[in-house]
């Protein structure tokens, strides 16, 4: 691939574990609804495509389906409500994000960020994590009409940047991330540990997966 002239960069799966805060939400949340936990090996399975599904998928406890409506309208606001508090008590940054961000920046990497976490949630993460300034723009779930996988947030960063998509790479963890990157015409890194509903991210072919964001300065070096 020829060398990016932007980088964007999902969150949770990818920059963040943020399951740790989600589950605790999840549970506390379930509680009060009296029902059982599920714990955070469950919803490590069902997080990635904002928090709406997630509590979706809680209150049924599996990856497909709809809860009662009656059910999702009692249950939403107590999750708002407690992850507005519960943002980053828990998350953490992956390990080699850090050195991986500090390489990207000291070669002029132009970084943007784009996930379907809500703004409220997503500008608090990033800035109790001392990661929200490396990105140029911030583009989350209720920024625009869609997201992803549809390849809106990636055009709308492309042309912000004022690059072509050919030019750009997303680095994202799930089928999302690689279904966005593809419709948009972007080359497309994936982490090997993120959030992807238990399925192997190779299986969806992006162009290269790594196993720490510190292993981009090979792939993009090789590149050049």
Same mark, same amino acid.
């Given at each position: ?9 999902d969150?949770d799966?990818?920059?963040v /574990?943020s399951v740790?805060?989600l589950a605790? =939400? ?12 599920h ?5 490590r399975?069902w997080?990635?495509n904002g928090v709406?599904r997630l509590v979706?998928r809680? !209150?049924?406890?599996q990856?497909e #389906? ?15 409500e407690?992850y507005?508090?519960n ?5 953490c940054?992956?390990? #080699?994000i850090?050195e991986?961000?500090n ?7 132009? &970084?943007?960020c784009v996930?379907?976490k809500a703004?409220?949630?997503t500008?608090?993460?990033?800035? /109790? &994590?001392?990661?929200r300034e ?10 625009l009409?869609r997201?992803?996988?549809?390849? !809106?947030? &990636?055009?709308?960063a492309?042309?912000h940047?004022?690059?072509?998509p050919?030019?750009? !790479?997303?680095i ?7 279904k966005a ?8 890194? =994936? ?6 509903? #238990?399925?192997?991210?190779r299986?969806?072919h992006? /162009?290269a997966?790594?196993d ?6 090979g792939l &993009?070096?090789g590149s050049?």
């Amino acid at each position: 691939m020829m060398q990016p002239r932007m980088i964007l960069i999902d969150v949770d799966g990818t920059l963040v /574990d943020s399951v740790p805060d989600l589950a605790y =939400c999840v549970d506390a949340m379930m509680s009060r609804l009296g029902r059982p936990p599920h714990g955070e090996t469950a919803v490590r399975n069902w997080v990635g495509n904002g928090v709406e599904r997630l509590v979706r998928r809680s !209150l049924i406890g599996q990856l497909e #389906g709809e809860p009662e409506a009656v059910d999702f309208e009692r249950a939403y606001p107590i999750f708002l409500e407690l992850y507005r508090d519960n943002t980053s008590q828990r998350s953490c940054l992956y390990p #080699g994000i850090r050195e991986g961000l500090n390489w990207l920046k000291s070669n002029s990497y132009r &970084l943007g960020c784009v996930t379907n976490k809500a703004a409220q949630f997503t500008e608090p993460l990033l800035r /109790d &994590l001392g990661v929200r300034e490396e990105f140029e723009i911030v583009i989350s779930g209720d920024s625009l009409p869609r997201n992803k996988p549809d390849p !809106l947030p &990636l055009l709308h960063a492309a042309a912000h940047f004022g690059v072509k998509p050919a030019e750009a !790479l997303m680095i994202g963890d799930s089928v999302s991330d690689v279904k966005a990157a593809r419709a948009a015409g972007f080359h497309i890194f =994936c982490m090997s540990y993120g959030y992807n509903h #238990g399925q192997d991210i190779r299986d969806f072919h992006p /162009d290269a997966v790594m196993d720490s964001l510190v292993e981009v300065q090979g792939l &993009l070096e090789g590149s050049a």
